[in-house]
């Protein structure tokens, strides 16, 4: 309750200070509005009651200009009883100048009490302050007046007015105060579960994003499966009879014939690469005889070797722990690689066709976060456009050109790393660079209850 209090006092400066502003704009009006009633009740003094208001209307814009300086905020509360007991000191001697007890003006007097108590945001004491020396300087100007130590029946009666209207102030202003704290109490409820709302949403959204992830990559297994038996037993055949027509006699003394059996064949080995990458999706299951202990340091010294002419005159900088022994499918993760950095390799290539001179790097950061060894593969090329974003792991979306690419290959590594219990990440601006992340599990981790795999687009 303190720290709300705390809170709940720091919010209500700004509030205090610009009701107060706007209490003195008021007071500053009214005050040499009185005029009128001057002219009303006693013409006679217009001149001198005339001259009061005018000193009592410069002393309150001066406390209002004040109030508008930088340290008003922490000089609220004095400032507003200040301009609050300007105009009560000036009725009281208005009173005393005239009718004494009398004297319309208390009325003046009680207003004052009832506006500070119901409008403006002052403590307690405050107000229990003004009441007070309201009543002592009515109290004092009638018998000052009727030069007299006895109070006659009108001091005694509007006194006791003014008194009420005193107390009725201080109620007010204890239950505004009230009031005030439970709203300031309820408005920070508020933004608190808006916040978790918030945070919960965005979860949500992230669980979202995996499900659906998971969905498509389980129609593309369903898939797969029914084409796996289909497609592989014809390939095979073809493959066999295309091996025996090549160790044909014919075939050696015919160019034209070798050559057009040479294509069909490696035709053939494209189809078979195909169904072994669509195995990815129709098998993804956690464990397997992939798993083993291997070094990443060696896996990926193979994957820059394989890439090396796609990566020719890149930069390529990496930064390694000491030790990078990890548990999986080695063949499987240097695929996974060679696909990144081919991905790289040829967005770097982009990049240097529209900006010549531009730098072409890569930079390769493996270090042990949380258990487990973390991969960031990032590249300065052209970036991923924000609405290709989300889409970059989905099977067969690509924005290659027709017969360059299934679209399969980020697909296949986000299944691999996923059946490794980790997860492939992208994070790009476009124009300017693109970095894909992937964990795996570290060699000394428990290999018994390897976790499942989890994760979600990033």
């Known amino acids: ?66 109030l508008y300086t930088r340290p008003a905020r922490d000089y609220a509360r004095g400032l507003t009883l200040t301009w609050l007991v300007l105009p009560q000191i000036m009725i009281v001697g208005m009173i005393y100048f005239t009718e004494g007890a009398r004297s319309p003006y208390v009325f003046g007097l009680s207003l004052a009490l009832y506006a500070a108590g119901i409008v403006l945001p002052i403590g ?46 201080a109620v007010c202003t204890v239950f505004n105060e009230r009031a005030r704290l439970k ?34 990559m389980a129609a593309l297994g369903t898939l797969s499966a029914g084409l796996l038996h289909e497609v592989n037993n014809p390939v095979n055949y073809s493959m066999m009879a295309l091996n025996m027509a090549l160790m044909d006699k014919a075939v050696a003394v015919s160019a034209d014939l070798k050559e057009s059996l040479t294509d069909a064949k490696e035709g053939m080995q494209r189809v078979q690469s195909i169904v072994t990458d669509l195995k990815t999706f129709a098998y993804q299951k956690p464990g397997g005889d992939g798993n083993r202990i291997f070094l990443f340091e060696k896996a990926m010294q193979s994957a820059l070797r394989l890439t090396g002419f796609e990566l020719k005159g890149v930069e390529i900088t990496t930064e390694l722990p000491m030790d990078t022994h990890v ?33 072409r790097q890569i930079r390769i950061h493996v270090a042990h976060v949380d258990g487990r060894l973390q991969v960031r593969v990032r590249d300065n090329g052209t970036g991923i456009p924000p609405a290709n974003l989300s889409r970059v792991f989905e099977p067969f979306f690509t924005t290659r050109e027709v017969g360059q690419g299934l679209g399969l290959g980020l697909a296949v590594c986000y299944a691999i790393v996923q059946r490794h219990g980790g997860l492939l990440a992208v994070e790009s601006e476009e124009g300017a660079w693109t970095e894909f992340s992937f964990d795996l599990a570290l060699a000394t981790a428990t290999t018994q209850a390897r976790p499942q795999p989890q994760g979600d687009l990033a």
């Open 327 to 359: 548990l999986g499918d080695e063949p499987a993760i240097i695929g996974v690689l060679v696909n990144l950095l081919g991905n790289a390799g040829l967005a770097l290539h982009k990049a240097a066709q529209a900006e010549p001179g531009r730098a």
């Open 1 to 66: 309750m303190s720290a709300l209090r705390a809170d709940y006092d720091a919010e209500l400066a700004n509030f205090r200070l610009a009701y107060s502003r706007a209490g003195c704009i008021v007071a500053c009006v009214l005050v040499p509005g009185g005029v009128g009633l001057d002219l009303a009740f006693y013409p006679q003094y217009a001149l001198p009651l005339g001259i009061a208001r005018g000193l009592t209307t410069v002393l309150l814009c001066v406390l209002l200009a004040l």
């Open 183 to 216: 709203l300031f109490a309820l408005q920070r409820e508020v933004a608190e579960k808006n916040a978790s709302l918030q945070s919960t949403n965005q979860a949500l959204a992230q669980i979202k994003g995996h499900m659906m992830q998971q969905e498509k």
């Open 124 to 169: 307690l004491v405050q107000s229990l302050g003004l009441g007070t020396f309201t009543c002592l300087g009515y109290f004092v100007a009638g018998l000052l007046h009727d030069h007299s130590p006895v109070p006659h029946g009108a001091l005694i009666g509007n006194t006791i007015f003014l008194l009420f209207s005193a107390i009725a102030s």
